[in-house]
């Protein structure tokens, strides 16, 4: 089964584990390579869309992996039975992956989190501090000629300066080539974003010019 080059990073980022949970699973093929890559012994699919997650369920029984996957429909961690070993939430907004890790009333309690917010990092990180998680590790990806962040987070007590807010503790003490790449496409979005807000005066432009003087020194 085919897997492009943002799920693979997923999987390469997870722990060897007994369950793993996807929240908003939707075509289900990222827990359906996990099973097939012998990653994980039971896969939990999850999605606040029942349509979605027969997706996922039929693709399931095509492979024959009924007897190692469950389904559930609700909203975000609330709809699994209990904590599992790991959890991935990716494919949304920053705020609203947020919003579910600080709604999940203890049922991500102890898991490892791998997150793939398609914006919004720079929330995603300043929630994930303030409600006792730590960013354990980052990767950029390249896929499809878009980038995207994916961060892994566990349990703990951090405090992050506004430059690691917006690029990233980790990726900041690492430096890698793809980082580098990323930053300097971030580098040319904020400079465009800036541009329109200075011409319609937003009140945003000095937190704009300020993530603006971050990428500047990063993309060196």
Aim: proline share 3%.
């Amino acid at each position: 089964m085919l897997t492009d080059d943002r799920l693979t990073e997923i999987i390469n980022m997870l722990p060897a584990s007994r369950v793993i949970a996807d929240i908003g699973a939707d075509h289900g093929r990222l827990g359906a390579q996990l099973l097939l890559s012998g990653k994980c012994e039971k896969v939990w699919f999850s999605d606040i869309s029942a349509p979605s997650l027969d997706k996922a369920r039929s693709l399931i029984k095509r492979l024959a992996l009924n007897d190692k996957a469950e389904f559930f429909v609700g909203d975000g961690a609330l709809a699994l039975p209990e904590a599992p070993d790991a959890a991935v939430i990716a494919g949304m907004g920053g705020v609203t992956i947020a919003e579910i890790i600080e709604n999940s009333k203890g049922r991500l309690r102890g898991a490892e989190l791998i997150l793939q917010p398609n914006v919004g990092c720079t929330h995603l990180r300043k929630k994930l501090s303030e409600n006792g998680w730590v960013i354990t590790d980052e990767r950029a990806v390249r896929c499809a000629r878009r980038w995207y962040v994916l961060l892994k987070a566990e349990e703990g007590k951090s405090e992050l300066s506004f430059k690691e807010l917006v690029a990233g503790p980790v990726f900041l003490r690492r430096m890698d080539e793809n980082f580098r790449g990323y930053a300097l496409f971030r580098l040319r979005v904020i400079e465009k974003a800036l541009k329109g807000a200075l011409k319609s005066e937003s009140a945003e432009t000095e937190e704009m010019a300020n993530e603006l003087d971050i990428w500047k020194e990063v993309a060196k």
